[in-house]
């Protein structure tokens, strides 16, 4: 049999590819699978093998040109596409010491100076040769020959732990596959390294790649799909809606809206969201009947405590349910992972709510596989703070919406009445049926065959 090696850098790997079909397709395809695992956490092995990432450094060098190839991509793109969005990608950086202030003088200085396509290939090239001959390169390139690897397969195309290993299967002619993991990656210049195949969710995200990556080879472009969606036609573990709401002592004779909540950096303020649903949702209540209530499902990766005062306050109308993730020591996304039993804890959240509410996330399209319609946040919680709502949905992914209007969106905090009344009256099929052309749109379809055609194209990639 062939070997495939899998490299799981995050949590989200996980969920994606070893909580899913994609080990069923392995044997039928004449693969095992060789999982590389560099998180702090088991991984069940599914019929494969485990191997740890090796415990060495990545070369500093290759960190730093990753920034300046990342932040000159940033900027390159807001001249070529002539659209300031571009800037809102980058995350400010505060170095801490001598040492930290030194490097990100380097680093602003090289940035001024690459202001070309062909600039940002060269600091790319220089990239790849300070990750060759590194002690991290020669403890991967031995686990590639020592295990007979046929291609290798990244789970997402943003990790700096990539790199090396791309370099590594490169120098011994292994064929690299790279997963593009989510819709917005592309134009936040998180394609941080070369790959010989890339997977991408759709004809859009086909053509975002060739727009963004001109270089690329089109040749090498395989759309099949995300797997980010591929469970939620499987409706064999939904449970009835009685036994799902007395699970969490939530009463039969209500309709309830589920927020989902937003990482810290995406919507700081995000607490604030849920304080106006709740308020309004009681005023509905007083004008219509006792009608709604709200569940809150906090983002598996937000850490703080910021929503704990107002779900206190709010405690007769909304239940928090957590999403089944657990952490382990270190920061970021790698020490933080879901369980297999999260995917349906979600699939139930959604089928059995009248309406998600959320700022900007895919979760308005997780919901329309359940029917379920969403709306968006998109009003300024509070005055007076650099953070705006207003860049949010600028932000280059949105476009995929252009003439569809898949979600109610709250412009003011009163328009919540008007969307409460939608919801309980009925009043969404407009809503519901461009949220199905959006999915169709942003992901290729069927959903549930994504892995079948990924294994297809590995098929082919490593056909001698």
Same mark, same amino acid.
């Given at each position: 049999?062939?070997?495939?090696?899998?490299?799981?850098?995050?949590?989200?790997?996980?969920?994606?590819?070893?909580?899913?079909?994609?080990?069923?397709?392995?044997?039928?395809?004449?693969?095992?699978?060789?999982? =590389?695992?560099?998180?702090?956490?088991?991984?069940?092995?599914?019929?494969?093998?485990?191997?740890?990432?090796?415990?060495?450094?990545?070369?500093?060098?290759?960190?730093?040109?990753?920034?300046?190839?990342?932040?000159?991509?940033?900027? =390159?793109?807001?001249?070529?596409?002539?659209?300031?969005?571009?800037?809102?990608?980058?995350?400010?950086?505060? !170095?801490?010491? =001598?040492?930290?202030?030194?490097?990100?003088?380097?680093?602003?200085?090289?940035?001024?100076?690459?202001?070309?396509?062909?600039?940002?290939?060269?600091? *790319?090239?220089?990239?790849?040769?300070?990750?060759?001959?590194?002690?991290?390169?020669?403890?991967l390139a031995h686990i590639l020959?020592?295990?007979?690897?046929?291609?290798?397969?990244?789970?997402?195309?943003?990790?700096?732990?990539?790199?090396?290993?791309?370099?590594?299967?490169?120098?011994?002619?292994?064929?690299?596959?790279?997963?593009?993991?989510?819709?917005?990656?592309?134009?936040?210049?998180?394609?941080?390294?070369?790959?010989?195949?890339?997977?991408?969710?759709?004809?859009?995200?086909?053509?975002?790649?060739?727009?963004?990556?001109?270089?690329?080879?089109?040749?090498?472009?395989?759309?099949?799909?995300?797997?980010?969606? @591929?469970?939620?036609?499987?409706?064999?573990?939904?449970?009835?809606?009685? *036994?799902?709401?007395?699970?969490?002592?939530?009463? *039969?004779?209500?309709?309830?809206?589920?927020?989902?909540?937003?990482?810290?950096?995406?919507?700081?303020?995000?607490?604030?969201?849920?304080?106006?649903?709740?308020?309004?949702?009681?005023?509905?209540? *007083?004008?219509?009947?006792?009608?709604?209530?709200?569940?809150?499902?906090?983002? !598996?990766?937000?850490?703080?405590?910021?929503?704990?005062?107002?779900?206190?306050?709010?405690?007769?109308?909304?239940?928090?349910?957590?999403?089944?993730?657990?952490?382990?020591?270190?920061?970021?996304?790698?020490?933080?992972?879901p369980l297999k039993e999260d995917?349906?804890?979600?699939?139930?959240?959604?089928?059995?709510?009248?309406?998600?509410?959320?700022?900007?996330?895919?979760? @308005?399209?997780?919901?329309?596989?359940?029917?379920? !319609?969403?709306?968006?946040?998109?009003?300024?919680?509070?005055?007076?703070?650099?953070?705006?709502?207003?860049?949010?949905?600028?932000?280059?992914?949105?476009?995929?919406?252009?003439?569809?209007?898949?979600?109610?969106?709250?412009?003011?905090?009163?328009?919540?009445?008007?969307? =409460?009344?939608?919801?309980?009256?009925?009043?969404?099929?407009?809503?519901?049926?461009?949220?199905?052309?959006?999915?169709?749109?942003?992901?290729?379809?069927?959903?549930?065959?994504?892995?079948?055609?990924?294994?297809?194209?590995?098929?082919?990639?490593?056909?001698?």
């Open positions: 049999m062939k070997r495939l090696l899998l490299y799981i850098s995050d949590g989200v790997g996980c969920r994606n590819f070893i909580y899913s079909t994609f080990f069923d397709y392995a044997a039928q395809n004449g693969f095992e699978i060789v999982i =590389l695992k560099n998180v702090p956490f088991d991984i069940d092995a599914r019929g494969g093998r485990v191997i740890d990432f090796p415990n060495l450094p990545i070369p500093a060098k290759v960190d730093i040109l990753k920034g300046i190839k990342t932040e000159s991509e940033l900027n =390159l793109f807001t001249a070529k596409f002539k659209n300031p969005i571009y800037q809102v990608y980058k995350f400010p950086y505060k !170095p801490k010491g =001598l040492k930290n202030k030194i490097k990100l003088f380097y680093k602003s200085r090289y940035v001024r100076r690459t202001t070309t396509h062909e600039q940002i290939l060269k600091v *790319e090239e220089k990239m790849y040769r300070a990750a060759t001959g590194s002690a991290l390169y020669h403890s020959t020592t295990e007979k690897i046929d291609a290798v397969m990244f789970t997402n195309q943003r990790s700096v732990s990539n790199i090396t290993l791309m370099v590594a299967a490169e120098s011994l002619k292994i064929p690299t596959i790279t997963n593009i993991f989510s819709w917005d990656n592309l134009p936040k210049g998180s394609k941080i390294h070369k790959s010989d195949y890339y997977f991408v969710w759709s004809q859009y995200m086909f053509d975002e790649l060739l727009r963004y990556y001109p270089h690329v080879d089109k040749s090498t472009i395989r759309i099949t799909g995300t797997p980010q969606f @591929a469970g939620y036609t499987d409706k064999s573990d939904i449970v009835p809606r009685a *036994e799902f709401l007395k699970r969490y002592n939530l009463g *039969e004779a209500f309709r309830y809206v589920a927020f989902t909540g937003d990482d810290f950096t995406s919507s700081p303020h995000d607490e604030i969201y849920l304080e106006d649903l709740c308020k309004q949702v009681r005023i509905y209540n *007083e004008q219509h009947g006792d009608t709604f209530r709200v569940i809150f499902r906090k983002c !598996p990766v937000d850490m703080t405590n910021r929503y704990d005062g107002v779900l206190q306050a709010q405690a007769d109308i909304a239940t928090s349910i957590a999403p089944l993730w657990k952490s382990e020591k270190g920061s970021g996304w790698q020490s933080v992972y995917a349906t804890l979600l699939k139930n959240l959604l089928a059995h709510c009248d309406m998600v509410s959320n700022l900007g996330s895919t979760v @308005a399209i997780d919901a329309s596989f359940f029917d379920t !319609p969403a709306c968006y946040v998109n009003y300024q919680p509070i005055e007076g703070v650099k953070w705006r709502i207003d860049k949010n949905y600028q932000k280059i992914h949105f476009q995929t919406q252009a003439g569809l209007n898949p979600v109610f969106w709250i412009a003011k905090v009163p328009e919540y009445q008007a969307v =409460l009344h939608a919801i309980k009256t009925g009043n969404t099929e407009k809503v519901l049926h461009d949220a199905h052309l959006w999915a169709q749109r942003v992901m290729m379809h069927p959903v549930d065959k994504v892995h079948e055609r990924m294994w297809g194209e590995i098929k082919n990639i490593t056909r001698a």
